[in-house]
């Protein structure tokens, strides 16, 4: 298995950890997916566009999806057709902008 290319380690003091755990289960993912998410989510909103003509495109995904995507990207070199092959079906999806009231 290939090792992420990009690391981040944190420290929690034990009550922290206790209710990040509790978050995690509570949605049905992993501690790394729910950080995974909850750090994206968070980069994603401070980054958010002051204008709609800068879109930031957004990916949600279900636990199952998530998991199942964090599979695939973590054996990425044995899984490089696959990969390609949903670039090639994802890049054939109409694009379709969102409106604000659109979004959560």
Known sequence: MTA?????EISFSED??????RAAAKKGVTLSEFAYSAIYQAAVSTL???SENEAIPVL?????EGENLAKILA????NAELIAAACKRASAIPFREVSA????
């Open 4 to 8: 992420p290319a990009n690391l981040i």
């Open 16 to 21: 922290d950890f206790a209710l990040v755990v």
């Open 48 to 50: 958010q566009p002051e």
């Open 60 to 64: 949600h995904l279900s636990p199952e």
């Open 75 to 78: 054996a990425a070199d044995s």
């Open 101 to 104: 009231e659109e979004r959560l």
